[in-house]
């Protein structure tokens, strides 16, 4: 599975931005599907993750109200809307897929849950 993120960029404190992440391959072979963000000199963390044949989705509480996963199975893409942008969520965001549908969403916040990973985008926010 071949993923290819878009739609980052320089952005002002309070303005919204979408992140999309198009999934090609073997993108039948998909079970979840997520997105992380890593910030110069700190972890990769997770923000948000889908389920590719469900409506399931489980948020990191810093962004939770804030940014929404959707998915289009037609078009095999994730999307993230980001709203209320702070500057503390500038960082490289990445999206993440995997063949497994976890039962436990909780299993969808580590990075090791995932095999397939995007080249990421740059999401920067003044203040």
């Known amino acids: 599975v071949q993923l290819q993120a878009s739609g980052g960029g320089l952005v002002q404190a309070g303005d919204s931005l979408t992140l999309s992440c198009a999934a090609a391959?073997?993108?039948?072979?998909?079970?979840?599907m997520g997105w992380f963000r890593q910030a110069p000199g700190k972890e990769r963390e997770f923000v948000a993750a889908i389920k590719w044949d469900l409506l399931n989705t489980v948020y990191a509480d810093y962004v939770k109200g804030r940014f929404t996963i959707s998915k289009d199975n037609a078009k095999k893409e994730v999307y993230l809307q980001m709203n209320s942008l702070k500057p503390e969520d500038t960082a490289v965001y990445y999206c993440?897929?995997?063949?497994?549908?976890?039962?436990?969403?909780?299993?969808?916040?580590?990075?090791?849950?995932?095999?397939?990973w995007g080249q990421g985008t740059q999401v920067t926010v003044s203040s």
């Open positions: 391959g073997r993108s039948s072979g998909v079970g979840v």
């Open positions: 993440a897929a995997d063949a497994t549908s976890y039962t436990d969403m909780n299993y969808l916040r580590s990075v090791r849950s995932y095999d397939y």
